[in-house]
């Protein structure tokens, strides 16, 4: 078999093809979430909390200066607002996978329980039933 078929044979799998979909569409639903995160979740937050842009937080360790050559150079800067961001931005895809999968698995049918072995008959029963045969014979 050539390398170019059984490439071809792995690619057409259904768990490669399902595999690359759901990359795909991860990546769509990751910008839908960043999108509503940053442009709807986030500003309400931060008017509430006294209009602060969570985006702009941050903590300059090392002002913006002009080096001796005549260049600027950027600020050091610690941006935990973009981190906030990106918190709340996985706490909302965790979610909305959870409830995904939640949904997949009420879909499913479940399972047949294996029928469990008769439990053993008790002492009484056993001594029962020896009289039952006995009388029988008789």
């Known amino acids: 078999m050539s390398m170019m078929s059984e490439f071809k044979e792995f690619a057409m799998r259904g768990n490669v093809v399902d595999l690359a ?14 999108a509503l995160v940053d442009n709807v979740i ?4 931060g008017l509430l909390i006294g209009g602060v842009d969570f ?15 005549g260049e600027a150079v950027p600020a050091v800067e610690l941006a935990y607002g973009l ?5 709340i931005q996985f706490i909302i895809v965790a979610f ?6 939640k949904a997949i698995n009420r879909l499913k049918k479940p399972e ?3 029928e469990a ?16 045969d006995e009388l029988k014979r008789k």
């Open 21 to 34: 979909v759901g990359v795909v569409i991860g990546a769509s639903f990751g910008k839908i979430v960043t």
């Open 42 to 45: 986030m500003p309400p937050i």
């Open 55 to 69: 985006s702009e937080l941050s903590i300059t360790l090392k002002e913006a200066t002009v080096d001796a050559a």
């Open 83 to 87: 981190f906030i961001n990106a918190v």
């Open 96 to 101: 909305a996978i959870f409830m995904v999968v």
């Open 112 to 114: 047949p329980e294996a």
């Open 117 to 132: 072995a008769p439990a053993e008959p008790s002492e009484d029963v056993l001594l029962l039933r020896e009289i039952r």
